[in-house]
């Protein structure tokens, strides 16, 4: 019996796919057998004869090309590689201290206490800056730094010279990034780079700033992942549950992001082809050369769109991918080109290895690479494993989310396993939940990132509505990631058994498409007239789009019929957040909450107070060590919509007062700002004063004897530093701020960190009179190991206070290695008759005060 033949794809047709594959396998071929570049150029120069030797023959020409591309690819990583070269910056590793210079390359990335920057080395110099010899390659420096914006710090295009040891690169570094600096002498020597990158940049950052202002945190700090693929410090404790449940690709730079852009700006063109398509006469010329010249117009918007999205989302090697396939699918049409995905994957591959061989190592490359070839690939294999399913209503668009997070998980395994060391169980059904908001996140994100530019309250108004959105995001994933056996976790995986699972998964796909190919395209074909979700819409009218234009591939995951019902819910929406904020009452009391923050999985440290008078005012005194915490404590003591603050007031300059209260006055509208000054500014103080200028807050530097009016029944008594400053050694302690704060029937003494300084007390004890030291309360900051002055048992002897409340100061880096506690021992008030209350024991603690007394209640 004679078997039926299988006819074998003309590889004529996807020349630039055997291009682009011939390419990377040079690249791959080279790493393992590092061959001579002169010996590769010598063969591609005969490969290159040979094919145009050859040209008249289809087949000879495509393996002609194949050789030669091979050969090129290999050649490229010869030239990039550091090895055996002399120049190369990774040659230095373990040399004595050397000097370097070089340019930022890279927008810095923001941890929890420091900065890390990508700097390209163009020299070195390894006799203390005598002489300069070249040398290339990139290195990563991490920094010093508090968790917000520094514009006194190196950012992306200045240049920098840098003294320390090289060390070889940190733990899951890119590919490209050849040694490592930890914390060295760095100094900045001037600008250059590319102006445009640069303003996007800092375009980021001011979009950043306007949704933390708009938004509490952490879902300010979800957005900003969500919409710029920035990490800030608030998302570090979400980003574990992220991981376990799958759907990291929702807060780092992915490709989809920049599809979907593209997808909301080609559906937001449709007005402009309006009146086109309604015209129903033969067009004249000067009509025909007019919407010529206004499709390229259109053209020119969507391209500049997607590569500046691409930059603000951070110009990863998934953005860039993204970026370079959406460039073509818009410009395809207009040179009367049919759109293949395949194809414009293979020219978005082969032009990111020919700039940078090594991106092919790249864990985002990887994955948005391969990601994207499994959705395009498994989907339609496996919605039809799920045909019977699709009869019940809306469940087509059930499956296919479902077979979208499957093809997407099974393409990746290998990947996602090595780098992340675990599995996701339940990918699919967390994805189903999140991923359909992504681009309604996203249109939103971008409406309040432009009204917040335009009138700040119009941003914090958009926030009201996407604040439960992105809290339903929050709930829905840190609930999958609590599930028992949610993700599996995985060690070690090995290379060669990768490469046998993608050899596997490739072999059965050739046997699926030899006998199920017809039956999956007759149900595709059958199925084509139901609304297609959020996740294919754009990616299949790429694949089909092979003789017209993409004009409304738009993410939408309800069918034409639904738009009034979304505009619906999002006026009760709006109506009900107005209802709410018209029917919260006051209450009628004093609040003062001495906060517990800290940095992650840390003890307590620094001072933080939030302060509520009766008629509604809202004071913050100090802010602590650590921006993320005392972020949290806010969003859980203010209402939802509250983005403002009345009053900040800074009583030290010390790092453990200063970071948190940084970030509350650039994510905050602050009415007004209040400190004593500084001497000799640290670098932080000068921050602290160029935020408070940019953001055009009114400031008041305070002095003894002033008095602040907080609302109609409060004030705040200054009664430290004096009018000059005091000059010495600890001028952070010695020139804190001390008040008084008084209402009715209560008043409370805040010593702050100057409880630490013998000079500020000894002085306050002779310069002020005892009855303005009297308090029913008195709060101190105190220092593990260390003892109070014996001047302060003399002040709260003058106080006679009912109870003494002692916040913690940071712990040194010492007692923070080995994990000491932040509690105080202050011995000295054992025997004493008022009650002490250390904050690092019990936690937050709040003082209310009414006109029929006060109390004290801890968390």
Known sequence: MKQPSIELPDLRSFILIVVAAAGMSGILLDSWLLLSQYILLIGAVIALACTILFWGDSRLRLASLAILWLLLGAWRYSISSPVGDPQSINTFIGVRKLEMRGMVADDPKILERSRLLLVEVNAISINNGSSWQDAHGQIEVQMLGAPVDNPYGPNYG????????????????????????????????????????????????????????????????????????????????????????????????????????????????????KRRDKQLKPLLPAQKREGYWRQWLVTSLVILCIIAYSVLSGAGPAAQRACIMGIILAIAPRFGRAYNLYTAMALAVLIMCI??????????????????????????????LFRHINRLPFAYIITEILAVTLSAQIATLPIFASTFNQVSIIAPFANLLTVPLLSTLISLGLVLCVAGAIFLPLGIFCGWILWPLLGYIIFVVNRFAQIPLAFLPVDHLDTYLAWCYYGVLILILILIRLRWSEKIQKYRSNVAFKPQSSILNLKEAMIENNHQEVEGATLSLSPPS?????????????????????????????????????????????????????????????????????????????????????TVILTSPRQDHLIGAQDVISRFQVGQVLDAGMLHPSTGYALWKRTIHDHNIPYTQVREGSIIQIGTQTSIQVLWPPRVLHKGSHEELDNALIARLVAPHFSMLLLGSAALSNYALNEL??????????????????????????????????????????TPAALSSKQSKVSTTSTILASQFVTSSWQTIQTAQVGSTTISSSTSGWNITTE
């Not at 009760?572 to 004093?590: E, K």
Request: no cysteine.
């Open 562 to 646: 639904f738009p009034t019902l979304r505009y619906a819910a999002v006026m009760i929406v709006i109506l009900a957040l107005g209802l709410t904020l018209a029917a919260t009452p006051a209450n009628g009391q004093l609040s003062i909450t001495l906060l517990n923050v800290g940095p992650a999985r840390k003890p307590s440290q620094g001072e933080a107070m939030l302060i509520h008078t009766i008629d509604g005012k809202t004071i913050l005194v100090d802010g602590g060590l650590d921006a993320t915490s005392l972020g949290q404590e806010l969003y859980s003591r203010l209402p939802f919509w509250q983005r403002s603050i009345d």
């Open 765 to 806: 004890l002779t310069t002020i009179d005892p009855g303005y030291l009297k308090a029913n309360i008195v709060q101190v900051v105190g220092e593990v190991g260390k003892a109070f002055p014996v001047e302060l048992t003399h002040i709260l002897q003058l106080a006679s206070p009912s109870f003494l409340l002692i």
């Open 355 to 384: 700039f940078d061989p090594f991106v092919m190592w790249n864990t985002g490359f990887q994955l948005s690479t391969i990601g994207t070839l499994g959705i395009v690939v498994l989907t339609p294999l496996i919605q039809y």
């Open 158 to 273: 200045d240049s920098v010279e840098i003294q320390g040891k090289v060390q070889p690169p940190f733990p899951h570094h890119s590919p490209e990034v050849l040694a490592s600096l930890s914390f060295p002498r760095l100094n900045m020597i001037g600008s250059s780079g590319n102006p445009i990158i640069a303003t996007l940049f800092h375009l980021r950052l001011r979009l950043a700033s306007i949704i933390e202002q708009s938004l509490p945190q952490p879902m300010a700090a979800l957005l900003i992942a969500i919409l710029l693929s920035l990490q800030t410090p608030a998302m570090q404790p979400l980003t574990q549950a992220f991981k376990s449940t799958g759907t990291a690709h929702l807060i780092v730079p992915s490709g989809f992001k920049v599809t979907i852009l593209a997808g909301i700006v080609a559906g937001s063109r449709r007005w402009i082809y």
